[in-house]
């Protein structure tokens, strides 16, 4: 009984590693002004002459300013909260 208990915690164990592995976004620079940001919803920023265009979704946190949002016509029928289009 004790046997099963300790790969019961184990186990346990594990699965809360890999959530909290899975919620932080990995942030690639692809080319100079071209980033992507994986997580649940994978997200790119277009940097050019100080301006910025988030496409599709900042997993992040780290894009709050920019300039346009670029999001799917999927999201705005569904009635998107998260900012103009």
């Known amino acids: 009984m004790e046997r099963k208990i300790s790969a019961c915690w184990l186990g346990l164990a594990m699965a809360i590693v890999l959530i909290a592995a899975a919620s932080f976004a990995a942030t690639e620079e692809v080319v100079p002004g071209l980033t992507v940001v994986r997580g649940a919803v994978n997200g790119a920023c277009i940097e050019r002459n100080g301006r910025r265009l988030i ?6 946190g780290k894009w709050s300013a920019a300039g346009a949002r670029a999001r799917s ?13």
């Open 55 to 60: 496409v599709y979704g900042d997993p992040s």
């Open 73 to 85: 016509a999927w999201r705005q029928y569904q009635g998107d909260p998260s900012g103009s289009p």
